[in-house]
């Protein structure tokens, strides 16, 4: 066993200087270090808030839709959020997208249907530039995976708007938000209080609001989550005791060559 | 190397099969009883089954990938998305495989300081040990064009920047890097030939994981005192001590790998692969993986150029230099059983030495964290320390401790050191 401990002790070193390492020198980043919030998909027994995701669709749909899209979310989706099959077929009708070309070859539209992309809010990213001030909305599917500790630095993000210090110059078209790298964004502050009127009655408060839109956010860019969260603790169980078996087999198997006994017959 | 005993099965059908085509006797002479294997072999010798089993899982989960994954730039991302989303259990497949290749150089490196540290390298395991260098050079290729392939950002960019290096190489270079490309760019072409070859060379892997197996049935495994085998009291059978030991290795591995996949199956990729690759807008920094990030600290160490000082002329740039260094670093390690002139084998019985090895050990994650940052500030001079240590290690301090140290006295059999430490 004492080549075990030597294994052990070994890699947790390795390990604890290399992460010690890193993160004292990127705590003297230039950016402010995102807020740390507490999430219920966080840990491995995490699941998504379902009411708070359902929340979040709603914000992402009353305010985020008018710029971003996100290509990778289909309306059949929303059943994971714990929507029924009728509102979800409500929601899509909604949004119209476009359909097959009819006998003569004109072009249609017709009602989203469950199987549907949520419909972007721009044809193509020139649409999407030319409305935004030369800044391109970025897809927001998988926006949480696609930034360093996504939901704290998106939930930082929103909700970090600030007045810029008085030495500070900002660009025409651009607010200052220290959480974003340059601390120059051209997105502006789009969550203020009330914005969005909770259809469970929760109070519509910025933070409540950004919240909300990053946990369903997180959804999108993660859906298998909680199927993940759970298998994890099957497979870690099963090979829990499977390993204890082998342990004890070694034991038993290994006990005579231990006390010294040979297997092999000498010449 | 131990005699071949011939399996005699008690069923007909099957002695009749046996006698055609010896499979049996080969599992029976390989791992199996009729195996003989040191005695005192410790957990660090686990590492190599690790590795194997590591291969297995990633050409199985890499098959069932490549079914549902789509090479061509335009489509790509996409693909592997609709894998995360919508294949049934795609997204365990997918973390499965970029985890695992995380958890196989994980296994590997475990497994070449292992080397290091016992001198699995001496004679007369020169060729295994050689084997085990051309896996690891194949897997780097491997590994590096598997990630090209989700078409991220890093994808990309990685590609640019690693494929770049080849224009290093005088005349020929822009030529190789042109066929590289099949093009004047990584494009379409390129993601292509990549998936091709990603799929391939796993299997060219496995070949070699052959030749590699069948070398060390040949010089029989080392051990930890680095002593030959001198009687049957020495050894036992593979199977089953082995094999159990073996798969208790592999529930602990497989633990922690389980923990990394369901529960941080993205700590050890880098964010900017889930945006989708955009060649005009470079990433702030590009790093590779991190089982690269000491070889690629290498590569940037150096930024002077060779040539007759305080003229004009450059007999070697630094580009070309720096990727001199990297494929030395690595092409080094085939002398290494003439770089060292060490009698005794074993860091045990080597008390200087053992210090060494945990300098470079050392220094590998200084170069790995190194690899990592922006060359800015201290790094670049780090990392050119660093560099120089990793070859002052192998070309100096290698061929001289060899001559100079004073070994431990070594025990007189592996039989009678393991009875020594029972009693005790």
Known sequence: MKSV????????????????????????????????MEWSFEGPFGTFDQAAAQRGWQVYKQVCASCHSLKYFHFRNLKDLGYSEDMIKAFAAEYEVAGEPDDVGDETVRAALPQDVFPAPFANDNAARASNGGALPPDLSLIVKARHDGPNYLYSLITGYEDAPADREISAGKQYNPYFKGG?????????????????????????MAKDVVTFLTYVAEPKLVDRHHMGLSVILFLLVLTIIFYLSMKKIWKDVKSGRNVYKDK | MAEWEAIKPKNKAL??????????????????????????????????????LMLVVQIISGIVLAMHYTPDTALAFDSVERIMRDVNYGWLIRYMHANGASFFFIAVYIHILRGLYYGSYKAPREVLWMLGLVIFLLMMATAFMGYVLPWGQMSFWGATVITNLFSAIPVVGDSIVTLLWGGFSVDNPTLKRFFSLHFLLPFVIFGVVILHIWAKKVSDSGNPLGIDVKSNADQIPFHPYYTIKDAFGAGVFFLIFAYFLFYMPNAMGHPDNYIPAEPLVTPDSIVPEWYFLPFYAILRSITFDIGIPFTDVIFVPAKLLGVIAMFASILLLFFLPWLDTSKVRSAQFRPTYRYFFWFLVIDMVVLTIVGGKKPEGIWPILGLVGTAYYFAHFLIIMPLLGKIEKTLPLPESIAQAVTAKAAK
């Open chain 1, 5 to 36: 401990k030597n294994i052990a002790i070994a890699l947790a070193s390795i390990v604890g200087i290399a992460f010690g390492f890193t993160s004292a020198v990127s705590a003297a980043g230039a950016d402010k270090h995102p807020m740390k």
């Open chain 2, 15 to 52: 002695g009749w099969f046996e006698e055609r085509l010896p499979v049996l006797a080969l599992v029976h002479n390989v791992v199996g009883p009729g195996t003989p294997t040191p005695r005192n072999l410790n957990y660090w010798w686990n590492f190599g089954s690790l590795a194997g």
């Open chain 1, 184 to 208: 120059q964004i051209s997105m502006a502050q789009p969550l203020f209080e009330g914005v969005v009127d909770y259809e469970d009655g929760t109070a519509a408060t910025s933070e409540q």
